[in-house]
């Protein structure tokens, strides 16, 4: 039997979380998403009208099959969580089950189990105010968004895992060395998902043999980066700096992904890995 993965963070096809649907869909695996709530209507309107069949090309020809699309806000873990304000948006009202343990239970009901749990999701609503002037509670929404995220999806997610299995998230370097411009906590968040890939390494792979890695990747021109606003820059740093100057492609982070839940790297877990060009080893711009 194929595998079958469940990647959170997918809305379009710019990012990381698609990338990695990409790579693991070439691969033979079986692809759930989850996605954002108030971005489902449009990702799936996008996807039926053949928005994305362009990008949905695999190597050998064929178009991704998305097996189905789960409304999912990490957010929350259970619906006594959502406050009635986001109970009763209009974006919110149309979807039902979008909480971490809702979608555990749907993805439970509908498949049984699942191998590899993807976590490609962070949101920080104060990153573009530098950290020195973080309210308490932008800091708290990016951990909670970025980091407890991934807690709580590997927390509701291993019970259904197969032994052998594995999961793997997106971080960026800002966690260890001073990335101006990525503030409102989101670098703090980055270190506590990097610290967290060691100690869940460790328990899921006592409680479940499942492994648990993260990929500190390049600057990617997706969605939320632009949001950020000064990605552009980043891109044009990384290409002057880095030992590798060429584009990072998005592929490029889904294959080693798609290595990291793979056999192929059945002893790698609490890891780290860069995806970046080499970027991250140099101590001096050129
Ligand atoms: P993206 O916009 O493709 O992905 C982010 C996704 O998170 C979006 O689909 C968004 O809808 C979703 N999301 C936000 N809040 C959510 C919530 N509460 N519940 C569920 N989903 C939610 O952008 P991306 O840059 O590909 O980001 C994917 C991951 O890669 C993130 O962890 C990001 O920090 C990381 N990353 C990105 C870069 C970069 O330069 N783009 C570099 C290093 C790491």
Redesign the pocket.
Known sequence: RGKRAFI?????D?????AIAKALAAAGAEILV??????LNIFETSLRRGKFDESRKLPNGSLMDIVKVYP????YDTPDDVPEDVKTNKRYAGSSNWTVKEVAEAVTKDFGSIDILV?????GPEVTKPLLETSRRGYLAAIS??SY?FVSLLQHFLPIMNPGGASI?????ASERTIPGYGGG?SSA?AALESDTKVLAFEAGRKGQVRVNT???????????KAIGF?EK?IDYSYVNAPLQKELL?DEVGNAAAFLVSPLASAVTGSVVYVDNGLNTMGLAT
């Not at 989850?34 to 971005?39: E, I």
């Not at 990929?215 to 939320?224: E, F, M, V």
Request: no cysteine; hydrophobic share 50%; aromatic share 8%.
């Open positions: 959170a963070g997918v809305a379009d710019n990012g990381y979380g698609w989850g996605t954002w709530v108030p971005a999912l806000d990490a957010v976590h490609s999701l962070a949101n968004a970025s995220s998230s997106l971080t960026y370097i989101m980055k990929i500190s990747a390049g600057p990617l021109g997706s969605r939320a980066a990605i980043m998005a």
